[in-house]
């Protein structure tokens, strides 16, 4: 639905979507929103002179009422640039429905935005919504209004915040060139999506490989498609449809998609040793079950000719599901990543991140504390250890 095929769109910024749940951080997705603007801030990896918008309805249970929308650039916090607020239209008019399971794109607007500038996108819904899909660890800022806010230069109006974004897929951008295929999509759990980096500061490392691949002067989207507590081989509640069940969705059939980098496999290894209900299901996988996860993943991506790297699974010596059987299971799953040759390439993040005295735990000065996920400094790291040429 609203859909310009007659333009040449590239993903300047993505998220995976997932059902309504409580998550780790508060969010407001199981209650919804009803005479509520809500505002969200997202930066893009890519330039543009128009812009639109990909809203999700995935798992609504009820068609979905957008009753406006305007997209902007950032000034800071819920504040906009004065004179940037876009009203954005679907076929035309100023309100949309999305049945339930689908996604809509807005019209185009004109909206100038170089590559890494942040967009706010500004959503109304003046009836009920139902559980909302969304994206439960956005690690960005967002905000909530009573009313019809979308333009609304005071920030103050908007006192209620959480870190998750709300039934926003996808901001695309057009510049008038032609098509490239050249994005990169950041794919797997909590290790990609940048658990612990720091709130509103992008330091996940799919924003360092992105400034990194510009620096190096060879710029191109990167998009992160992680989604925390993520599994390769099971759907969850709380974490997301399982990575073989995504990865068309979430990688194959963005635009422009050249490569996909892979990092998936840890909770499918660490929720079966311990019992927590927010981990299940837990069921106990062998090795021969992960390594026929990756083939699959491998296969999706060879039918539509991306190429997929494989990242080794970080350790995680510490953690609460750290244990004998887990840490067997993760040398012989990255044995198999490195020396199979299955993966057009391979990113080694376990060798790089690993603390030099101790090879199955994370080095300190890359640990944000719970000894399994990086800091900022460590998912700088990830990023530095790619092999640009293998994208």
């Given at each position: 639905m609203s859909a310009d095929n007659s333009t040449d769109w590239?993903?300047?910024?993505?998220?995976?979507?997932?059902?309504?749940?409580?998550?780790?951080?508060?969010n407001w997705a199981e209650e919804g929103f009803a005479d509520r603007t809500v505002r969200q801030i997202v930066r893009v990896t890519a330039g543009g002179t128009s812009a639109r918008i990909r809203l999700s309805n995935r798992y609504g249970?009820?068609?979905?009422?957008?009753?406006?929308?305007?997209?902007?650039?950032?000034?800071?916090?819920?504040?906009?640039?004065a004179g940037t607020v876009r009203a954005l239209t679907f076929d035309g008019a100023p309100s949309v429905v999305i049945?339930?399971?689908?996604?809509?794109?807005?019209?185009?607007?004109?909206?100038?935005a170089a590559p890494f500038a942040s967009l706010t996108v500004s959503l109304y819904f003046a009836r009920p919504t139902?559980?909302?899909?969304?994206?439960?660890?956005?690690?960005?800022?967002?905000?909530?209004?009573?009313?019809?806010?979308?333009?609304?230069?005071?920030?103050?109006?908007?006192?209620?915040?959480?870190?998750?974004w709300y039934y926003l897929a996808a901001?695309?951008?057009?510049?008038?060139?032609?098509?490239?295929?050249?994005?990169?999509?950041?794919?797997?759990?909590?290790?990609?999506?940048?658990?612990?980096?720091t709130v509103d500061a992008n330091r996940r490392y799919s924003d360092a490989l992105a400034e990194r691949l510009a620096a190096e002067g060879a710029p191109r989207p990167v998009l992160n498609q992680g989604i925390g507590g993520n599994l390769l081989l099971n759907d969850s509640a709380w974490f997301g449809e399982?990575?073989?069940?995504?990865?068309?969705?979430?990688?194959?059939?963005?635009?422009?998609?050249?490569?996909?980098?892979?990092?998936?496999?840890?909770?499918?290894?660490?929720?079966?040793?311990?019992?927590?209900?927010?981990?299940?299901?837990?069921p106990d996988n062998a090795v021969a079950d992960l390594i026929a996860g990756y083939r699959d993943l491998i296969?999706?991506?060879?039918?539509?000719?991306?190429?997929?790297?494989?990242?080794?699974?970080?350790?995680?010596?510490?953690?609460?599901?750290?244990?004998?059987?887990?840490?067997?299971?993760?040398r012989e799953v990255n044995a198999w990543i490195r020396d199979?040759?299955?993966?057009?390439?391979?990113?080694?993040?376990?060798?790089?991140?690993?603390?030099?005295?101790?090879g199955d735990a994370l080095a300190p000065t890359y640990d944000s504390g719970d000894h399994k996920h990086p800091n900022d400094e460590g998912y700088r790291r990830m990023a530095a250890t790619l092999d640009a040429g293998a994208l």
């Open positions: 590239h993903v300047g910024w993505a998220a995976a979507v997932q059902r309504p749940s409580i998550g780790f951080h508060k249970a009820a068609p979905l009422e957008v009753s406006g929308a305007t997209l902007a650039r950032t000034d800071k916090g819920a504040a906009v640039e049945p339930p399971g689908a996604e809509v794109h807005s019209d185009a607007a004109e909206v100038h139902g559980p909302a899909t969304f994206h439960a660890q956005g690690y960005a800022t967002t905000y909530r209004a009573v009313g019809e806010q979308l333009a609304e230069a005071d920030p103050a109006v908007f006192g209620e915040t959480t870190v998750s901001v695309e951008l057009a510049d008038g060139g032609p098509a490239r295929r050249e994005t990169v999509v950041v794919f797997g759990d909590s290790l990609t999506d940048g658990f612990n980096s399982r990575a073989v069940g995504r990865f068309r969705r979430d990688v194959v059939d963005q635009p422009g998609v050249r490569s996909v980098v892979v990092l998936v496999g840890l909770n499918d290894i660490g929720f079966s040793e311990v019992d927590l209900p927010t981990y299940k299901p837990a296969a999706q991506a060879r039918a539509a000719d991306v190429r997929i790297i494989g990242g080794t699974i970080l350790p995680f010596q510490g953690a609460e599901y750290h244990t004998p059987v887990a840490e067997a299971k993760r199979s040759g299955e993966f057009d390439a391979v990113a080694d993040f376990a060798v790089a991140l690993a603390d030099p005295a101790d």
